[in-house]
């Protein structure tokens, strides 16, 4: 199963350990470019830019373009995200959302797209674009899942819940505000342990419909407990 992630460093994130939990039952790839919204997308496209880091396991093989990128395996598929401050805000979607997956079925009609959905920003984070959402989590999550729904619901496009099961996480005790840790690193992105690990455990999950809390496969130094219930949440994670 070949997986090719357009993205940025959210999609690095949930592609960090889909090899190691799928016993590489998955291929997958990322493009990463940090902070890339769809507008730079449409734009490298448009000029074959090679300015994106081809990345396996969230660490960079060399340096392509999207357009060299959709061609170099035949991709089942194809996962499309908005950069995450922009995530919850439906009018920057388009038209560069039209204009990337006509390009992308024109280069791989057989490719399944699917969409990103990500994760808003932790309670106290003091990422410049929180103010987008008034600096509440619970605001940028909903606006989220609203424009994410509207535009899936548009082409036609499944989800990938990693924002619902990051979202749940939060709930544990482990991870709650003010408890031992955070399921993030510095306010917007996984943190490099538990975070991440949720994350590929989400991927996996839609990839190949198998039971999450079968998973074998857990991060060094992680407590099993914890990766218990991220298995757990990642099972039953469903997008809202």
């Given at each position: 199963m070949n997986v090719l992630c357009i993205g940025n460093s959210f999609s690095q994130d949930a592609t960090r350990y889909l090899h190691q939990i799928s016993e590489d039952e998955i291929?997958?790839?990322?493009?990463?470019?940090?902070?890339?919204?769809?507008?730079?997308?449409?734009?490298?496209?448009?000029e074959e830019n090679e300015?994106?880091?081809?990345?396996?396991?969230?660490?960079?093989?060399?340096?392509?373009s999207i357009n060299d990128a959709l061609t170099k395996k035949k991709w089942d598929?194809?996962?499309i995200q908005q950069v995450s401050h922009f995530s919850g805000m439906l009018e920057t979607y388009e038209p560069f959302m039209e204009f990337i997956v006509g390009y992308i079925k024109e280069k791989c009609p057989k490719a399944k797209i699917v969409f990103h959905r990500t994760w808003a920003y932790d309670d106290l984070s003091?990422?410049?674009g929180f103010a987008n959402y008034d600096r509440d989590r619970k605001k940028m999550y909903n606006a989220i899942v609203e424009a994410s729904n509207s535009i899936c619901q548009k082409y036609g496009f499944d989800i990938i819940p990693n924002g619902d099961a990051v979202e749940m996480a939060r709930e544990l005790p482990e991870f709650k505000q003010g408890g031992p840790l955070n399921i993030n690193r510095d306010g917007f992105h996984l943190s490099l342990d538990y975070g991440r690990y949720l994350a590929g455990l989400v991927m996996f999950k839609y990839f190949t419909g198998k039971d999450a809390t079968k998973v074998t496969y857990e991060p060094e130094n992680t407590d099993k407990e914890i990766n218990k219930k991220l298995k757990e949440i990642a099972e039953i994670a469903k997008p809202h």
């Open positions: 291929f997958v790839r990322n493009l990463y470019i940090g902070g890339c919204s769809l507008e730079t997308h449409m734009i490298n496209i448009k300015y994106y880091e081809y990345q396996k396991n969230g660490r960079k093989l060399k340096m392509t598929f194809i996962t003091d990422h410049g």
